[in-house]
């Protein structure tokens, strides 16, 4: 075993901790083909509008999925993951099969990725994101009054953010979101400093510390539901259990849950359909009927 640099893990040991892709294995391209077709028939089967711009930033644009029925409708905002670095908006236009059978807009954040932006950078541009969809709610069929956020992986991490963000310095509503989700969010980015995709992510120790959503203080008092896949591995499952205690009585009203069966790249599947796991959560979340 190599020298320690994190919770007792060595380089080695750490590194396969969080190579979530290395854990998926051979299912991996099954995963994002079935991420593809379910993203392709949904924008071919729905009204949508894609590329709109929140920032000045060309990755500064969001994707909306209009619901059945008639406005204002509740609004789910929906951030990707990808380690900061990779995947983008389209690959997630699924998520709004979840969503908009319910009557419930949906709405797809891209933005500017590693190394063209800093996790500090990601995390302001998606507090524009939120932002623009909250100024311009009306106008694309929402209601300003009903926010609701998801995130998977790093989006997770994105969403803690958007949690620990004082809206009513910004100008807008202390209650702007009224709840969220992270699913298997990496939201500790300490160990993430000492392993591999530190790589590409630059973080210095600083950096890791002020992006750290247990150490911040969150802002936001909503329902905040927390789920990671029994299948992901010691510390992602900690990151999730390490979240949940240090925001517990602190404003948001905590919900854990691990999924059992699934893996880092399965979990967020149960957001396709109106009948996944998780899309039912959020529905429930959001007050929505059965």
């Not at 089967?45 to 994707?63: E, F, I, M, V, W």
């Not at 750290?212 to 299948?231: D, K, N, T």
């Not at 999924?259 to 796991?277: A, K, M, N």
Request: glycine share 12%; net charge negative.
């Amino acid at each position: 075993m190599g020298q320690a640099v994190y919770r007792g893990y060595d380089r080695e040991v750490l590194d396969r901790e969080y190579n979530l892709r290395a854990k998926a294995g051979d299912r991996l391209p099954g995963y994002f083909g079935d991420y593809a077709t379910r993203s392709i028939l949904v924008r071919a089967g729905r009204p949508h509008r894609l590329n709109l711009s929140y920032g000045p930033g060309g990755a500064n644009t969001l994707d909306v999925f209009p619901p059945d029925g008639t406005g204002p409708a509740p609004i789910h905002v929906f951030i990707h993951g990808g380690y900061w670095k990779s995947l983008d908006a389209k690959d997630f236009s699924f998520v709004a099969g979840a969503f908009a059978p319910k009557g419930v807009l949906t709405v797809v954040v891209d933005y500017t990725l590693v190394p063209h932006a800093t996790i500090a950078e990601q995390a302001e541009e998606c507090r524009w994101a939120l932002e623009w969809v909250w100024r311009n709610a009306r106008e694309i069929g929402g209601d300003p009054g009903r926010i609701h956020l998801s995130g998977h992986s790093a989006g997770a991490h994105l969403v803690s953010m958007l949690l620990a963000t004082d809206w009513a310095a910004r100008g807008l509503p202390a209650d702007l979101v009224r709840s969220a989700m992270g699913i298997s969010g990496v939201y500790d980015l300490e160990p993430i400093r000492h392993a591999f995709v530190n790589d590409d992510l630059r973080l210095t120790a600083g950096d890791a510390e002020a992006l750290s959503a247990p150490g911040l203080a969150p802002c936001v008092a909503c329902p905040f539901h927390i789920s990671v896949g029994a299948e992901e591995g010691a510390e992602m499952l900690r990151q999730s259990a390490d979240l949940a205690k240090a925001w517990q009585g602190r404003g948001p009203d905590i919900r854990s849950e691990v999924l059992d069966g699934h893996d880092h790249f399965s979990i967020v599947l149960e957001l396709s359909t109106p009948e996944g796991r998780l899309a039912r959560t959020a529905h429930a979340l959001m007050g929505l009927g059965g």
